[in-house]
């Protein structure tokens, strides 16, 4: 009885453990070192390579919030010209959507802010990222490492380059509400995110 109970012990801990593991995003083609991933927004469609092989806890994080289809209708809520267009965080309503938690900063994995690159948006602390990202919309090179942590860029635009110029040149206003710079009068929408199949 007591060796029945020990081993019925042993497959629920072993399924916890499984289920917690898989819950990361590796479980989303763990194969694939370069997912790709199609953003339909508001003004078109954008085609993003993720790099897991240089960024695999960022690649993962972003695809689990891909994966429970948390990004959709959320909002691009800062624009700023040659510089980013960042969201993922909010919904229409300016709510702020629910995160799985911190993650590492992986910013020394070799990828650089430049132009067209995906990259994790955070706050002071370099460990902060969460949920949200922007585009780089120039050559952002005091995002990268140096004497202190940069931003982790994680992947890069392969189409829909012309969809960002567009968003990076949409009109924008102090929002005296929330207190924010650079919000498009116009909402930008992020319609959907999907993971397309490999190959």
Known sequence: M??????????????????????????????NYYPHVKMVTSMGDIIVELDRSRAPIT??????YVDKRSYEDT??????PDFV?????????????????KIFNESGNGLKNV????????????????RQFFFNMSNNDSLNPGKNWGYTAFGSVVEGYEVLDKMAAVKTNFDPKYGWSDV???????????????G
């Open 59 to 64: 690649v993962n994080n972003f695809l689990r």
């Open 2 to 31: 007591l060796k029945t109970i020990f081993v019925a012990y042993i497959v629920i801990a072993s399924s916890l453990t499984s289920a917690k593991a898989k819950d990361d995003g590796s479980h989303i083609q763990p194969g």
């Open 75 to 80: 909002i691009f809520h800062r624009i700023v």
């Open 115 to 130: 132009m067209y690159n995906i990259t994790m948006a955070r706050q002071s602390d370099p460990h902060s990222a969460t």
């Open 184 to 198: 498009p009068v116009e909402q930008v929408i992020l319609i959907k995110v999907m993971v397309l199949p490999p």
């Open 85 to 101: 267009v960042q969201g993922g965080g909010y919904d229409s309503n300016f709510l702020e959507k629910p995160s799985f938690g």
